[in-house]
């Protein structure tokens, strides 16, 4: 996973993203959503980032790599595509579908994604 993230982030780089702000405008975002039902680097880590607060989201990163994506749970624009190419992914640690997460969401929040055809 940790090679996958370095050859992400050459790829960002050569389409020329800047790393200088936490959730600034980007041209590009490669991110590992999850690998199999790996947890990395281990439960007590990825449910320290998975529950922090916005507020203190914003302020930090974590150091090491977390698998899955500590957000995917939060974000209709990753879940409707990962519906559409990948209908039967269950978390890992929630132990839910994409579906079941989209479904969690707030209608307003699955509104401003459009639908993959």
Same mark, same amino acid.
């Given at each position: 996973?940790? *090679? #996958?993230?370095? !050859?992400? =982030?050459?790829?960002?780089?050569? &389409?020329?993203?800047?790393?200088?702000?936490?959730?600034? +405008?980007?041209?590009?975002?490669?991110?590992?959503?999850?690998?199999?039902?790996?947890?990395?680097?281990?439960?007590?880590?990825?449910?320290?980032?998975? *529950? #922090?607060?916005? !507020?203190? =989201?914003?302020?930090?990163?974590? &150091?090491?790599?977390?698998?899955?994506?500590?957000?995917? +749970?939060?974000?209709?624009?990753?879940?409707?595509?990962?519906?559409?190419?990948?209908?039967?992914?269950?978390?890992?640690?929630?132990?839910?579908?994409?579906?079941?997460?989209?479904?969690?969401?707030?209608?307003?929040?699955?509104?401003?994604?459009?639908?993959?055809?």
């Amino acid at each position: 996973p940790q *090679n #996958l993230l370095l !050859e992400l =982030q050459k790829i960002e780089l050569e &389409l020329g993203r800047s790393r200088k702000e936490r959730w600034a +405008q980007r041209s590009c975002d490669l991110d590992i959503l999850a690998i199999d039902d790996l947890i990395l680097p281990n439960i007590t880590e990825f449910n320290y980032w998975a *529950n #922090l607060e916005m !507020e203190k =989201q914003m302020k930090s990163a974590p &150091l090491n790599l977390i698998i899955p994506h500590p957000r995917i +749970q939060d974000r209709a624009f990753v879940l409707k595509p990962l519906i559409s190419i990948f209908s039967d992914w269950s978390h890992p640690v929630f132990k839910k579908t994409a579906g079941e997460l989209l479904d969690n969401l707030l209608d307003e929040d699955k509104k401003l994604v459009k639908e993959i055809k």
